[in-house]
């Protein structure tokens, strides 16, 4: 489990595509010695398996299945990626409940500066609109952030200076694709009300 709190930029160092999967060495400035072999990282957003660990470069596998429902699949060396490491018990909640699972791709479609911040809109698959609700939580490439305003399957968040500054937004452009995680617990209630139904 993660929060959505983006606790450092990686940068990919090595795409081995010669396995079945992908092994992806990323960089970081966390102390690898404290990160145990098997150890979650949520790697923009998609829950990823510490396998191997190098001076400041940890190794994940990634499925043919991650990679089908992922942008991973596009990175190559030099591609900046969010990083989180797991949730401990006792942690700070700063963000929401965050399981590392990317339920589809969000397209951004519009970024406009709104004084020193950013305001973003998204277009989801249909299926996936429902989950999304103004003041809602949904997680963008790992980033914990509240929605603003939603409009059939389109909604905006607003990004203020500190997340543009400590995340990969920053990169992005009009028309890529996002990973997008809805809310754990909007995903229940509609479960729990189609049981009923």
Known sequence: MFTGIITDIGTVKSVDKEAGDVRLG??????????????????????????????????VDVSAESISKTTIGDWDEGSRVNLERALKVGDELGGHIVSGHVDGLAKLIR???????????????????????????????????????????????????????QTTLSDRSEGDDIHLEIDMLARYMARMLEVRA
Not at 27 to 54: F, N, P, Q
């Open 111 to 165: 970024v406009m500066p709104d004084g020193d911040s950013y305001r973003l809109k998204f277009e989801v698959p249909q299926d996936l609109a429902c989950f999304i609700a103004p003041k809602g939580s949904v997680s963008l490439d790992g980033i914990s952030l509240t929605v603003n305003e939603v409009e059939g399957n389109q909604f905006g968040v607003n990004i203020i200076p500190h997340t543009w500054e």
């Open 26 to 59: 990323i960089e970081t400035a966390y102390d690898l010695s404290s990160v145990d072999m098997g150890a979650s990282i949520a790697c923009s957003g998609c829950c990823l398996t510490v396998v191997e660990k190098k001076d400041n470069v940890f190794f």
